[in-house]
C-alpha cells in the first residue's frame, strides 16, 4: 500500500472532519449550510415510554370507563406485550351518549407531567394499529386528541369520520369562535386496517400556531399536509398534553365492540423546554393538607392543575358533576376520635358546594361563594377516628369548586 505524503494526509483528515458536519446541515434542509445550523434549535427526546417498563405509568392519568358501566371488562386500558392496548365494549360509558377510554398527559422518567407550554414547538409520533372493526361513524369518533384542562373543548384531533359515504381518518383542529373542527387532511381508512402504520403529529402551541400530520405505511407516505397560522392556545395558566384511545358517540348506527393498538411512542421538543413556573411553596403548618400531594387519589377528571394564587401553586379541577369526578385526601391524623373543624380553602366559580365523606361516611355539604381569582374558605364540621383519615370530595349533580388544600383543628 502507498504511503501518503503530509499534505495529502492532511487533505484527506479535513474531508474526514467535514464528513462528520455534513449530516446535521442535511437534516436542516438541503440549502443549509454545515456553518448556518450552529447555535440552531435541535429536536430533543423528551418521552420515549415502553409498555413492558412503563405500562399505564407512562401517562399522567387514565379514563377507564369513568362511569363504572363495565367493570367486570376492566381494564380497558392496559399495557400488553410490546404495546398499549384501548378497548371499547358497547356498554361502556363516558356520559349518557358517548363512550372513553383513553390515557392524557405524558409523565418523565421522575414521574413529573410534561408540560407543553406555550410557543413551544412538539414533534409526537408512534406507531397505531387499527383493527377493521374500528370503524368511521357518522357521529364522532377520534383516537387521539390535544386538550389542556382550562377549556373542555379538544385543540386538535385524529378522528374517524364518514365523508360522502367513505371511511376516512382526518387531522382536524378547532376553533373558539364559532366551536366548531375544521379537517385540514384526510385519507381512506380502510386501506390502513388490519395493520400497524406510523403517525407524526407535529405542531406549534401558539395562539398563531401550525399544525402537520404525517402518515405513513411502511416507507409509503400517504399524508403529509400541515395547517398554518392556526389558534393552538387556549390556556392561562394550564397547558397543553396528548390523549391516546378511543373516544366515540354512542349514537352511530353499526357499532362494534373494538380495540386501537399504540406502540412506539416518541415525543420530541424544538430547542430546549421552557422554564418551569415558579410557584409558591406549599403550606406545610401541622394540620395542613395539599389537595395535589402525591398520595392523594383522583378519579375520573379530577386532576392537580396549576394555581398561581394557591398553596403550593396548585389546585384539583373537575371534582363532581357525576359519581365518578373525585378526589380524596388522604392521611388526615388525628390524635383522637371525636368531632374537629375543617377549614376547606378553594377557587369557587360563584355559588358551587363540595359533598364530603370522612371514612366512608355520610356525605355533609360545604356551600361556597366566591371567585376563580382568590381563594375562598369554609368551616365545617367533620368526626374523624384516632389515627389515619381519609376525606373524598365529591358532587353528584354539579361540579364543584377547585380545591386548594384543608386545614383540621
Not at 403548618?285 to 375520573?300: C, D, H, I, K, L
Request: glycine fraction near 8%.
Amino acid at each position: 500500500m502507498r504511503k501518503h505524503g503530509p499534505r495529502l494526509a492532511g487533505a484527506l483528515a479535513a474531508v474526514a472532519l467535514l464528513l462528520q458536519v455534513v449530516p446535521a446541515a442535511q437534516a436542516a434542509g438541503p440549502a443549509t449550510t454545515a456553518a448556518s445550523t450552529i447555535g440552531a434549535p435541535r429536536w430533543e427526546t423528551r418521552w420515549n415510554p415502553s409498555p413492558w417498563r412503563d405500562g399505564v405509568n407512562a401517562f399522567e392519568a387514565l379514563e377507564d370507563d369513568r362511569r363504572g358501566s363495565h367493570p367486570e371488562g376492566l381494564p380497558h386500558v392496559h399495557a400488553e406485550k410490546n404495546y398499549w392496548r384501548f378497548d371499547a365494549h358497547l356498554e361502556d360509558r363516558d356520559g349518557s351518549d358517548r363512550m372513553r377510554n383513553e390515557v392524557r398527559g405524558m409523565r418523565a422518567s421522575d414521574g413529573t407531567p410534561l408540560e407543553i407550554r406555550k410557543d413551544e414547538t412538539w414533534r409526537i409520533t408512534y406507531q397505531m394499529y387499527i383493527p377493521d372493526t374500528l370503524d368511521a361513524t357518522t357521529n364522532f369518533t377520534h383516537i387521539w386528541q390535544l386538550k389542556n384542562s382550562d377549556v373542555g373543548t379538544p385543540i386538535a384531533q385524529i378522528s374517524l369520520p364518514i365523508v360522502n359515504g367513505v371511511q376516512k381518518i382526518a387531522a382536524r383542529y378547532w376553533t373558539l369562535e364559532d366551536n366548531k373542527s375544521h379537517d385540514f387532511a384526510t385519507a381512506d381508512l380502510e386501506p390502513i386496517q388490519n395493520k400497524w402504520v406510523t403517525t407524526t403529529i407535529e405542531f406549534k402551541s401558539g395562539d398563531s400556531g401550525y399544525m402537520r400530520w404525517v402518515l405513513r405505511d411502511g416507507s409509503r407516505t400517504i399524508v403529509d399536509q400541515k395547517a398554518d397560522g392556526i389558534d393552538l392556545w387556549w390556556t392561562q395558566e394550564q397547558y397543553n398534553r396528548p390523549k391516546w384511545g378511543i373516544y366515540r358517540s354512542i349514537k352511530s348506527a353499526g357499532l362494534q365492540e373494538t380495540y386501537l393498538l399504540v406502540k412506539d411512542l416518541k415525543a420530541e421538543q424544538l430547542g430546549p423546554a421552557t422554564p418551569p413556573v415558579k410557584l409558591p411553596p406549599p403550606d406545610r403548618s401541622p394540620g395542613t393538607y395539599e389537595a395535589e400531594r402525591v398520595g392523594n387519589v383522583f378519579e375520573g377528571a379530577a386532576e392537580p392543575a396549576y394555581c398561581a394564587v394557591c398553596s403550593g401553586g396548585r389546585k384539583v379541577i373537575l371534582i363532581g358533576g357525576n359519581t365518578y369526578d373525585y378526589a380524596v385526601v388522604r392521611g388526615v391524623l388525628s390524635e383522637t376520635t371525636g368531632t374537629k373543624q375543617m377549614t376547606v380553602h378553594a377557587l369557587v366559580d360563584g355559588s358551587q358546594s363540595f359533598s364530603v365523606s370522612v371514612n366512608g361516611g355520610d356525605a355533609i355539604q360545604v356551600p361556597m361563594t366566591g371567585t376563580k381569582d382568590t381563594v375562598t374558605t369554609a368551616t365545617v364540621p367533620v368526626d374523624l377516628v384516632a389515627g389515619v383519615n381519609t376525606i373524598r370530595f365529591f358532587g353528584l349533580t354539579a361540579r364543584g369548586p377547585e380545591l386548594d388544600k384543608i386545614m383540621i383543628k
